[in-house]
């Protein structure tokens, strides 16, 4: 179902447009009266499901020397989250 908010609402109820939008529901916001945008739950097959086999950078060897004193492991935690895991 298509709603129409205005942004200041959008900003003051997020949460709570996070959740409709998960349940389907499509959002369109107005910024000073104009419609800016649209909210819509993204399509099973457009989730991301972690594919790091296919990303080049995940788990690659180290390029030179860190300078934060970071491992290549701990740059791949912090880039990738748990799905690096």
Known sequence: M???ISAKELRATLPNIVQRVKRGEQF???Y???PVFRIVPVDEEDRI???L?????YR???LGVSSDGLTA???DRLLYGSCGQ
């Open 60 to 62: 690659s060897g180290a």
């Open 28 to 30: 369109t916001v107005l």
């Open 32 to 34: 000073r009266s104009q």
């Open 2 to 4: 298509q709603q129409t």
């Open 73 to 75: 492991a701990d740059h």
């Open 53 to 57: 086999d296919k990303d080049p950078l």
């Open 49 to 51: 499901s972690c594919p």
